[in-house]
């Protein structure tokens, strides 16, 4: 019989110094800390990039991890925090998003519409504020709660509202040729 060990676990371990619970704890949740990084960033190798240094300053931080909160949300919060970073840095620049995501339909013209489609939301969604983007791609593409997202971006369920509200208006006049 193979117990599996709960997050609980495996971070008290991981603050006592157990590489091997960390990286369980890493198993579990580098996608969906490389996802919202992609979606935050929109480029593959900022996100990689991002999603990295997020992972390895949780393992730093691990020990002052308080348990406050569940452990995905301290790493969505630490992914999140290094994304909004990132898009405040100088002279960055966005690289697109590929469309490795785009769920293609047989037939040239419906993937053409699809692509250009998917091109339309994509440059819609990098429009957007950094304060604007970021609780939209917790919200929709992550399906985190309104306290979660919260705690994530240090605001008031009602502040992480308004911002998804404002968000979601601006991708409605992003997508406007596509209604």
């Not at 704890?25 to 979606?39: K, N, P, T």
Request: charged share 30%; proline share 4%; with cysteine.
């Amino acid at each position: 019989m193979v117990l599996v060990a709960d997050d609980v676990q495996l971070v008290r371990a991981a603050q006592t110094g157990d590489v091997a619970a960390f990286e369980e704890l890493v198993r579990r949740h580098e996608l969906r800390v490389y996802r919202v990084a992609l979606r935050m960033l929109g480029g593959e190798s900022d996100a990689e990039d991002a999603a990295q240094e997020a992972l390895i300053q949780a393992w730093r931080a691990m020990p002052t991890f308080r348990g406050e909160s569940a452990f995905s949300t301290w790493l969505y919060r630490i992914v999140t925090n290094r994304c909004l970073t990132a898009l405040a840095a100088p002279g960055r620049r966005t690289e697109p998003l590929t469309h490795a995501e785009m769920d293609l339909r047989p037939g040239p013209e419906a993937a053409t519409l699809e692509r250009d489609r998917f091109d339309a939301m994509k440059s819609a969604i990098t429009g957007l504020t950094p304060e604007q983007r970021a609780p939209l791609v917790l919200r929709e593409f992550e399906g985190l709660s309104y306290e979660t997202i919260g705690h994530v971006l240090d605001l008031t369920p009602g502040a992480v509202k308004g911002r998804l509200h404002r968000a979601r208006l601006e991708l409605v006049r992003g997508m406007r040729q596509w209604r």
